[in-house]
């Protein structure tokens, strides 16, 4: 097997076009050239994500951010040097490889894509691209699974260097070996709140998830009702660091529930009504009782997950990872039962191509590729059961 490899990898699940092109010599992860481009702007009018709108942006944008990654990382299409557009010539050298074909540049191994879950009409942008890239480059392609993604933005993540701002990117990573397991995973983002067990790497059991709403809709939908901009959770966060936790005893859903799955559409009901009945409350205090809630419950049942499954770490991904508060009470929790938490850097909570990479280059070693022609979208797909099918 080579020592090293280097992939493009592509995410377009939602509503954040991501490109990557990372590179990986033995444990190390390289981050060469990475960008995302947010529609947060262009959903903040309709309040949320449309998804034929979502991917019309992708579909906009997707050529100049493909450019800019591949020129950053030095990375040319085979017959593409001049700067113009091949010339059939060229282009037949490249397609057929041999002798003739322009291989002197940098070139990437294989293609890292979201296959799902998300939006249809958004991952088919990334994945039709990455088929017709796999095609022109000869190249395989790696599928890589959305939350599978979020979970190794916080395992290859190390304590010391995790940035500390949004605008902080760190571009090297270490992949741990298998002294790291067993891991527990908390995923939290808008459409996703799970807990994930994992006992080697590429593997994943989910011990438990949301019955109803995902944490960040919690988030969302209850900003809205204190007429709070798109997307609510960090416009909710930061008026709630104005407010007094205690001021509402909202419920703490499924708290003594004898399994660790979740439901917060009960939460963003009880703060419906506690509005309407209080026309006077002050919205940060409901901001603050709100989020104390969510974090609670957070907190109490990956807690109780981590007493059964004793992990050596407890990972914390997705968007609302980015929750300050979150960050800090689940950290002190597990100190007490010491275990450390890692999280994911602040710049790769969101949806974005790094943690696609940072999945795909293990997956390649893995043998886990496919051609451009098996290559699908899924709006929705279990975890574990598609995990296996790879061995
Ligand atoms: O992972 P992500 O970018 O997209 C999905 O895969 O869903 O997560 C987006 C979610 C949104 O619901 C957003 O409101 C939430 O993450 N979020 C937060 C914070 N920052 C983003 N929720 C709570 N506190 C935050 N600071
Ligand atoms: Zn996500």
């Known amino acids: 097997m080579k020592q090293s490899n ?52 992708h579909v906009k944008i997707f050529q100049p951010l493909l450019k800019k990654v591949l020129k950053e990382a030095n990375i040319v299409s085979p017959g593409w040097r001049s700067g113009g557009p091949p010339t059939r010539a060229q282009q037949q050298r490249a397609l057929g490889g041999g002798a003739g074909a322009d291989r002197t540049r940098g070139e990437v191994d294989a293609i890292a894509i979201t296959v799902g879950p998300g939006l249809i009409p958004a991952l088919a942008v990334g994945v039709q691209a990455a088929r017709t890239l796999a095609y022109a480059w000869h190249k395989p392609i790696i599928p890589v699974h959305h939350i599978e993604g979020h979970i190794y933005s916080a395992l290859c993540a190390e304590k010391s260097q995790i940035p500390m701002t949004k605008s902080q990117t760190n571009t090297k990573f270490q992949i741990p070996g298998p002294k790291a397991f067993p891991i527990l995973a908390l995923i939290v983002s808008g459409g996703h709140t799970m807990l994930i067990e994992m006992r080697e790497h590429l593997h ?37 660091e104005r407010g007094n936790p205690r001021a509402f005893a909202f419920p703490r859903p499924m708290v003594h529930s004898n399994n660790f799955d979740f439901s917060f559409s009960g939460l963003k009901t009880a703060v419906y009504y506690t509005l309407r009945d209080n026309p006077t409350a002050k919205p940060e205090d409901i ?50 039962q010491r275990i450390e938490l890692r999280a994911a850097p602040l710049a790769l909570c969101g949806d974005n191509a790094v943690m696609i990479g940072q999945t795909g280059l293990l997956a390649l070693e893995h043998m886990r590729t496919i051609s451009w022609q098996q290559l699908e979208a899924h709006a929705r797909i279990d975890l574990t059961p598609w995990a296996e099918r790879w061995g």
């Open 287 to 336: 901001a603050a009782s709100f989020q104390q809630a969510v974090v609670d419950t957070l907190v109490t049942k990956t807690a109780q997950a981590a007493q059964a499954v004793r992990p050596q770490a407890v990972l914390l991904a997705g968007g609302v990872a980015a929750n300050t508060r979150l960050r800090q009470e689940l950290t002190a929790t597990l100190a007490q």
């Open 204 to 240: 994943y059991r989910v011990l438990g998830e949301t019955r109803d709403d995902a944490a960040g809709e919690a988030f969302d939908k209850v900003a809205r009702l204190l007429n709070l901009p798109y997307p609510g959770g960090p416009a909710l966060s930061r008026l709630a």
């Open 6 to 57: 280097r992939i493009l990898a592509i995410e377009t699940s939602c509503d954040e076009t991501g490109l990557a092109v990372l590179q990986k010599k033995g444990d190390a992860i390289e981050v060469i050239s990475q960008v995302v481009a947010s529609q947060v702007d262009i959903h903040a009018e309709t309040g949320g994500v449309v998804p034929e709108v979502a991917a019309r942006e």
